[in-house]
């Protein structure tokens, strides 16, 4: 059965799965799930729809499912989903969802977010992200799996980023990035791939030399952008890799693609 501390307020109608731990002062409101062995540690917010997953820890001064905040909301009964294993550090924000961005706003598993990181709402994260100190999404941005996003930056809405980006700390980020990239910068660019993590995604030798050939080709090669992209549609069988980042660019978006800077041909 759940604990939950004296001082904290639980309203009728939360829902509370086995061995959850609702520490001091949290507030739960009455449209809450929480998965079992999900810990409130103390001082935690939780309004809305909003569904927390399964051995979940929530530290101080969180608050999940909140309003969003856009100013055409009207308090309609949009939600926030957050998945399995996720670790929520203190004072971090995520909103539901609105009417016109679909009505949910959701956190794959095994999330790690920092302090003070923000999700915003209509936001699609996948699993096994880290968010920095203060990394903040505006809304209705879509975020890959395996993405790091550096401390003190910030997405504008409607990014898109791919599948094991990493953002470095202090970005501003108002381009959709490809699958494994590297972006930084104070206006974020691409500095080439994330060759550490896609090795520890099992990359092999021969798979990094052939994703780093194309990503050579299709940003560096002779010719306009739209040109070389055209020509290495063929390419797409070659690898994954490859195919996810072809198919990235090809799908509907709303931001610009972010490009390298003129003098980096890494």
């Known amino acids: 059965m759940a604990k939950i501390d004296p001082s904290a307020r639980v309203e009728s109608g939360a829902v509370l799965g086995a061995d959850v731990t609702i520490g001091p002062f949290c507030v739960v409101g009455p449209h809450a799930v929480i998965g079992a062995g999900t810990t409130l540690v103390s001082h935690v917010n939780i309004s809305g729809i909003t569904e927390i997953g399964e051995n979940c820890t929530v530290y101080p001064f969180a608050s999940l499912g909140t309003a969003p905040q856009s100013t055409g909301y009207r308090g309609e009964p949009t939600k926030l989903v957050v998945g399995n294993n996720c670790t929520i550090r203190e004072g971090v924000t995520m909103?539901?969802?609105?009417?016109?961005?679909?009505?949910?706003?959701?956190?794959?598993d095994r999330g790690f977010f920092m302090n003070n990181a923000h999700v915003g709402h209509d936001c699609h994260v996948g699993k096994d992200v880290i968010f920095a100190t203060s990394a903040t999404l505006g809304g209705h941005c879509t975020i890959g799996d395996f993405v790091f996003i550096g401390g003190l930056s910030a997405v504008h809405q409607f990014t898109r980023i791919g599948s094991q980006v990493m953002v470095g700390g202090v970005c501003g980020v108002t381009q959709?990035?490809?699958?494994?990239?590297?972006?930084?910068?104070?206006?974020?660019?691409?500095?080439?791939?994330?060759?550490?993590?896609?090795k520890r995604r099992g990359f092999t030798h021969t798979r990094m030399?052939?994703?780093?050939?194309?990503?050579?080709?299709?940003?560096?090669?002779?010719?306009?952008?739209?040109?070389?992209?055209?020509?290495?549609?063929?390419?797409?069988?070659?690898?994954?890799?490859?195919?996810?980042?072809?198919?990235?660019?090809?799908?509907?978006?709303?931001r610009p693609l972010c490009m390298p800077s003129a003098s980096d041909h890494s």
Request: charged share 20%; no cysteine; net charge negative.
């Open 95 to 108: 909103n539901i969802g609105t009417v016109s961005g679909g009505g949910v706003t959701t956190v794959g």
């Open 176 to 198: 959709d990035i490809i699958p494994y990239a590297i972006a930084n910068g104070q206006r974020a660019k691409l500095e080439g791939l994330n060759v550490v993590g896609m």
């Open 209 to 254: 030399k052939t994703v780093r050939a194309f990503y050579q080709r299709l940003f560096h090669g002779p010719g306009v952008f739209a040109e070389r992209l055209a020509a290495l549609q063929d390419e797409r069988g070659s690898d994954p890799a490859i195919a996810d980042i072809l198919d990235f660019i090809a799908a509907d978006n709303h």
